[in-house]
């Protein structure tokens, strides 16, 4: 199966304006003057007091802190309409942030759950969703409070249509099956096989089928191999390199889909001596969680990649500038339809790139797709891609973060059915597994 792919590709160096005999005094005034002129809310952090190293060049897009806003929720969706008939449902991002600082990772995972369409018309997929999250990680022997979940995903005519979408046995509308495999990882990243039957799915004379990310769970609390120290529980989780999850080598051969899901949690040194006795020798799991896609059109890809970099700060009430739009920008050409949808095919976020084994705590991993927008006439797709991770305090961030950002995604067109809606939603949650309703329209 062949993808007509639209490469947007951003990479932001970090770049030096400061000479190599500056004194340290006047070399951190610099830094200070520098990140101010990255935000216009907030002040710089205190080197003195939030863990900064004053001999940090800005880097990258370094910035100083901005006032948090409300986040990426939409201001006017209506949080009651959950229990709806819908058509579909597509996942396009997703992310957890810590409430109180940041953690090592133990247990991270989002993803989708949708109910039954009872009592709805024919051509419903569900009645109403719900997001599933698991947080967990330990910090300074504090196991860690709730946080909050973060989802932007596409509701496919929420209220329900009235026909099936390959009535008269043409396909002009979506039919969506999910499923999930795991993957064991020794290392940072890992694969393993899947197959799908088209056939028993009624999805074997669909034109084109993708197989798109529908969620990711992850894992320490494994059985750790003989060279781990038996007195570190890995339940508490580890220092983090990045997570991440992906779909690849897509084949579909007559009523059969093969296909491999891949997942990254790469575990990095803490500096913390007593726990890094446990580096490079452990085990995590991963549970990707996917959705294969039947439609009438063959679906266009756009890729996104950037570095971005920012200072850490210990003070609880702000938040760190996030990527601007120019970075996250992605425009992707496909077939002129009635409707669209973004789907995640992959997704890395990759910390410290450059300092091979190091790791930290982090308060929020996220991958969001949101401010879609799309021309029916032409099939433009236009959208914002972010990736996000913040070592934020407390405790005092110990380095800058710097992170890489890769994704994959998938623009779904077809002409049958019901309007869509994209949507993007946070909502609070408690320690360990949490479930949310999810609002399917802003109506």
Known sequence: MSLRRTYHTRKLEARSGLGGHTPAVLRLLCITLLLCVGCDDGPAPDPDDGGVDAEIDAGGSGRAPCARDAGPTDAGLARGLTNTCTDGFLLSGLGLRWEDGSHRLARWSVFPRT??????????????????????????????????????????????????????????????????????????????????????????????????????????????????????????GFATRGIGAWIDGVERDGTTLRFRAGARFAVGRSGDPTLDRGFGATRTRAIVRWAVVALPNEPAVGAVSYRESHLGTHRREVSLCRPDAETTALTIDGPAAAHAAPALTSFRISLFPDRAEQGDVVRELSLLVHGFDHDPASGRATMQVEGYATNEAPPASRQPMVYDVEASVALLTWDGGDPVQHLRFTAPIAPGRSEVELPLTRD
């Open 115 to 236: 109910v039954f369409p009872e009592g709805c018309p024919p051509s419903s997929e569900l009645r109403g969703a719900s997001v599933v999250t698991e947080l967990e990680g330990e910090v300074d022997g504090l196991d860690a409070p709730g946080g909050e979940v973060m989802v932007s995903y596409t509701a496919i005519g929420p209220f329900g249509g009235t026909s099936p979408p390959d009535a008269g046995m043409t396909w002009r509308g979506v039919r969506i099956a999910r499923g999930t495999t795991t993957v064991d990882l020794p290392e940072d990243e890992g694969e393993a096989s899947a197959l799908f039957d088209l056939e028993a799915a009624g999805m074997a004379d669909a034109p084109s089928v993708v197989v798109v990310l529908d969620g990711l769970q992850l894992t320490s609390d494994v059985t750790q191999p003989a060279a781990f120290p038996r007195d570190l529980d890995p339940s508490d």
